[in-house]
């Protein structure tokens, strides 16, 4: 199937975890879900569930692969926000409860590489294609939270073969566990230099926006591949081996 190559990074990130609260932490990737809100920002599609334009409707069948490009950076910095509900003017914010800080786990200098594919809607994949080759979004990507501006940019297009796995493997994206666990233990070749990370994901969302998927998945921290014996892979006519979410 045809495939979009793209990078993605800026200075700053936060993908918050949906169990904290007070002191949000931060995935070190963006989630599946995050993926197709950012893709939706390219393509101009609605955030309104009402819209003709959801994103979520016209993004049904996406496939995701997701790859660390530079090594994984946090930072706990303290964020100055706005009671909206209590400043309705800026002008006259109220000295009590009206300003708050926040400290919040964020991502230093993030860059990630996105394998996007749609193969039963390829019109949209070639318009996603010519609006990243030039530069060009409808509204404005950011890494998570609106402060995080992204920047970003096209790398290649191409064609990805679906092939299953017998063998150790290196494979340049992130991994979930469910695709390389054989009789209840999973495959994974550790190796030496290599720092990997475990973490459980959000990969599918219903049209009310509530999650109802998620996935353990294991990365290498620095963007390095990973030895598995993969149940199933795509081969890219780039050379990469990558799992699709």
Same mark, same amino acid.
């Given at each position: ?6 990078? @993605? ?18 995935? #070190?990737?963006?989630? @599946? ?24 409707? #016209?993004? =049904? ?6 790859? @660390?490009?530079?090594? *994984? ?9 706005? =009671? ?17 800080? &926040? ?5 230093? $200098? %993030? #860059? ?7 193969? =039963? ?18 509204? &404005? %990507?950011?890494?998570? *939270? ?19 796995? &017998? $063998?150790?493997? /290196?494979?340049?994206? @992130?991994?979930?566990? /469910? ?28 049209? +009310? ?20 014996? %993969? ?8 050379? +990469? ?5």
């Amino acid at each position: 199937m045809k495939i979009l190559i793209l990078d @993605i990074w800026g200075d700053w990130a936060h993908f918050k975890k949906f169990f904290t609260t007070a002191s949000p932490l931060t995935f #070190h990737i963006p989630p @599946i879900t995050t993926i197709r809100g950012i893709l939706g920002a390219f393509l101009g599609f609605s955030k309104e569930k009402e819209s003709e334009d959801y994103y979520l409707r #016209h993004l =049904e069948g996406l496939c995701c692969g997701i790859k @660390i490009i530079k090594p *994984i950076k946090t930072l706990r910095m303290g964020y100055n926000w706005i =009671e909206t509900k209590k400043a309705k003017f800026f002008a006259r914010i109220p000295s009590e409860k009206g300003r708050y800080q &926040t400290v919040i786990e964020t991502l230093r $200098d %993030p #860059h990630y590489r996105f394998y996007i594919a749609c193969p =039963e809607k390829e019109n949209l994949i070639a318009r996603l294609i010519e609006l990243v080759k030039n530069h060009k979004s409808i509204y &404005t %990507p950011y890494l998570g *939270i609106s402060e995080h501006i992204a920047n970003f940019k096209f790398v290649t297009e191409g064609f990805a073969s679906q092939k299953s796995g &017998t $063998d150790y493997l /290196e494979l340049d994206s @992130i991994v979930s566990l /469910e695709n390389i666990s054989h009789n209840n233990s999973p495959e994974i070749q550790l190796e030496e230099g290599k720092q990997y990370q475990r973490d459980r994901i959000p990969v599918e969302m219903n049209l +009310e926006r509530v999650v109802t998927k998620f996935k353990p998945v294991i990365y290498e921290v620095n963007g390095q591949t990973i030895l598995v014996k %993969p149940k199933k892979y795509w081969a890219l006519d780039s050379g +990469e081996n990558i799992e699709f979410f």
